[in-house]
């Protein structure tokens, strides 16, 4: 079973919901839809398939689990700010985002992590996950120019040194090209390719870290209480 986030583009590309500025109709087009459950978590769709989810994840000292913030913020006037706190060692950090597009073919995401002490942890991480039916390879780029390619589906790999750009070259897709800003290390693991936004420590004050998503057609950001009731309305039926 697709889940409603999944059944909800599709039916909204279907029935026209979803439009990009520009593109004649029957244009390829991309869209960043933020979760209703989650304001945290995106899914990124081409022509109402989805391609990559993207989730906030953490882990304490010694992998303890802690998981992700939450927030039910809506986007207003094409702008979302969202936060939420996380307890990590039980000290508290509050984690906040802007996402936005910022350009016709771009969107994005600057995470702000807040913490009154220095804050031990193990990861914390950006989490993209490639949809299963998709197909291709991950290009990292680090500091010194170098590359190193990833499998689809992900796996657990080495990936040593910090990125500044992380390609998905995804086959009859296109590529959506990943900058981080400042760069970071990279995990790569079974299913998943982890950005980390903190690792080890992470330092009393503030930290931000600016993720850029650029895709290979015009995109819409979906985020908004209005966009959001219509696709409760077209997925709500006997199935669920």
């Given at each position: 079973?697709?889940?409603?986030?999944?059944?909800?583009?599709?039916?909204?590309?279907?029935?026209?919901?979803?439009?990009?500025?520009?593109?004649?109709?029957?244009?390829?087009?991309?869209?960043?839809?933020?979760?209703?459950?989650?304001?945290?978590?995106?899914?990124?769709?081409?022509?109402?398939?989805?391609?990559?989810?993207?989730?906030?994840?953490?882990?304490?000292?010694?992998?303890?689990?802690?998981?992700?913030?939450?927030?039910?913020?809506?986007?207003?006037?094409?702008?979302?700010?969202?936060?939420?706190?996380?307890?990590?060692?039980?000290?508290?950090?509050?984690?906040?985002?802007?996402?936005?597009?910022?350009?016709?073919?771009?969107?994005?995401?600057?995470?702000?992590?807040?913490?009154?002490?220095?804050?031990?942890?193990?990861?914390?991480?950006?989490?993209?996950?490639?949809?299963?039916?998709?197909?291709?390879?991950?290009?990292?780029?680090?500091?010194?120019?170098?590359?190193?390619?990833?499998?689809?589906?992900?796996?657990?790999?080495?990936?040593?040194?910090?990125?500044?750009?992380?390609?998905?070259?995804?086959?009859?897709?296109?590529?959506?090209?990943?900058?981080?800003?400042?760069?970071?290390?990279?995990?790569?693991?079974?299913?998943?390719?982890?950005?980390?936004?903190?690792?080890?420590?992470?330092?009393?004050?503030?930290?931000?870290?600016?993720?850029?998503?650029?895709?290979?057609?015009?995109?819409?950001?979906?985020?908004?209480?209005?966009?959001?009731?219509?696709?409760?309305?077209?997925v709500a039926g006997p199935e669920w």
């Open positions: 079973m697709r889940t409603w986030i999944q059944t909800a583009i599709a039916a909204a590309v279907a029935m026209g919901l979803i439009t990009t500025a520009g593109p004649a109709r029957g244009a390829q087009q991309w869209t960043a839809v933020v979760s209703p459950d989650n304001s945290f978590s995106t899914l990124l769709a081409k022509d109402g398939k989805p391609v990559l989810e993207a989730q906030i994840i953490a882990w304490g000292p010694n992998w303890a689990w802690v998981g992700s913030p939450s927030s039910k913020a809506r986007a207003v006037d094409g702008v979302l700010k969202t936060s939420g706190p996380m307890t990590i060692a039980g000290e508290t950090v509050t984690m906040a985002c802007e996402v936005q597009k910022s350009g016709e073919q771009s969107v994005t995401y600057m995470y702000e992590l807040t913490a009154e002490k220095d804050v031990p942890l193990t990861t914390l991480v950006s989490s993209l996950s490639v949809n299963r039916s998709v197909s291709g390879e991950i290009v990292v780029t680090n500091v010194n120019g170098e590359q190193q390619t990833l499998p689809i589906p992900e796996r657990l790999q080495a990936v040593p040194g910090e990125a500044t750009e992380v390609t998905f070259k995804l086959k009859d897709v296109g590529d959506v090209v990943l900058t981080l800003d400042p760069p970071c290390r990279i995990q790569a693991e079974n299913g998943a390719t982890r950005v980390e936004l903190a690792h080890e420590l992470l330092k009393a004050g503030k930290t931000v870290v600016t993720l850029t998503f650029r895709f290979p057609e015009p995109v819409s950001f979906v985020g908004s209480s209005e966009d959001q009731e219509k696709y409760t309305h077209v």
